[in-house]
Nanobody, 115 residues
């Protein structure tokens, strides 16, 4: 079992930045990939960024060059630095951990980009 707790969401103006954090606990040594997904109202949940134990990173095309995912193994935490935010980035952002093919999810943190 893995527990994930996100923080760092909020309201920001277009062009602004937020740093999301996700702290993992439990069977953390079994985690292979950690990442961030988001779900906007009326839309399906989509991958934003993910990072493996080996450091391989995958970004959604819509966030490339604006978002950066990092992982601190000592703190069992994954971060998502979001820059140049756009209104279309508004969504609930979920932390994800994959353990032997099983997905674990955090409770989600709201990011709202609006003037």
């Amino acid at each position: 079992q893995v527990q994930l707790v996100e923080s760092g969401g909020g309201l920001v103006q277009p062009g602004g930045s937020l740093r999301l954090s996700c702290a993992a606990s439990g069977s953390i040594f079994s985690i292979y990939t950690m990442g961030w997904y988001r779900q906007a109202p009326g839309k399906q949940r989509e991958l934003v960024a993910a990072i493996t134990n080996g450091g391989s990173i995958n970004y959604a095309d819509s966030v490339k060059g604006r978002f950066t995912i990092t992982r601190d193994f000592a703190k069992n935490t994954v971060y998502l630095q979001t820059n140049s935010l756009k209104p279309e980035d508004t969504a609930v952002y979920y932390c994800n951990a994959q353990v032997r093919g099983v997905d674990y999810w955090g409770q989600g943190t709201q990011v709202t980009v609006s003037s």
